[in-house]
Antibody, heavy 119, light 108 residues
Framework: EEQLVQSGSEVKKPGESLRISCTGS????????IGWVRQKPGKGLEWMGI????????RYSPSFRGQVTISADKSISTAYLQWSSLKASDTAIYFC????????????WGQGTLVTVSS | SYVLTQPPSVSVAPGETASISCGGN??????VHWYQQKPGQAPLLVIY???DRPSGIPERFSGSNAGNAATLTINSVEAGDEADYYC???????????FGGGTKLTVL
């Protein structure tokens, strides 16, 4: 079965760093882009960025460029979303999703990772 | 940057047809994808490339795209179709994904 499994929920304080992960299985991880999507409580989907694990080509939404870092390690079929200094406004569910090409649909999604940032 | 506009909510009685619009400048020239999201779940792709259905998605779901609007149509709506629906395109000019604001489908 082709699937994406994300790391578990996190509770952090403002100013702390964090890295969450998304691990693919059942398919060739390097052949699909992995994107990250934010969903704040009760709100819609916001695209954050996308990475090609095969060559690490990365694109960011202007809203998130400089705020997060997207990376991947194809040797362990895992993509990452990283913050160096969290804010309370980063509290949200973060989804990873794969797509074959940048213009293609996101055909497989991770289960989501809840990140709570509170003092 | 490119903007997709969806109605916040659509209501329909069971067995009727629901139509959810997604407006964008010359959206007919782009490939539109639609996702269904139920509470507490990840989004699920229901229509891609304007009108194609992934395997496992009922034939009741269909899509169209022309001019400045794309439409997701759900025939013979069932209670289980109640969810949020999002349209999405790739903005090739700015090199990024764009989501619509989402539409809450309520089955009366």
């Amino acid at each position: 079965e082709e699937q994406l499994v994300q790391s578990g929920s996190e509770v952090k304080k403002p100013g702390e760093s964090l890295r969450i992960s998304c691990t693919g299985s059942g398919y060739n991880f390097a052949n699909y882009w992995i994107g990250w999507v934010r969903q704040k409580p009760g709100k819609g989907l916001e695209w954050m960025g996308i990475i090609n694990p095969g060559d690490s080509d990365t694109r960011y939404s202007p809203s998130f460029r400089g705020q997060v870092t997207i990376s991947a390690d194809k040797s362990i079929s895992t993509a990452y979303l990283q913050w160096s200094s969290l804010k309370a406004s980063d509290t949200a569910i973060y989804f990873c999703a794969r797509q074959q090409e940048v213009m293609d649909p996101k055909d497989n999604w991770g289960q989501g990772t809840l990140v709570t940032v509170s003092s | 940057s490119y903007v997709l506009t969806q109605p916040p909510s659509v209501s329909v009685a069971p067995g009727e047809t629901a139509s959810i619009s997604c407006g964008g400048n010359n959206i007919g020239s782009k490939n539109v994808h639609w996702y269904q999201q139920k509470p507490g779940q990840a989004p699920l792709l229901v229509i891609y490339h304007d009108s194609d259905r992934p395997s496992g998605i009922p034939e009741r779901f269909s899509g169209s795209n022309a001019g400045n609007a794309a439409t997701l149509t759900i025939n013979s709506v069932e209670a289980g179709d109640e969810a949020d629906y999002y349209c999405q395109v790739w903005d090739s000019y700015n090199d990024h994904v764009v989501f619509g604001g989402g539409t809450k489908l309520t089955v009366l």
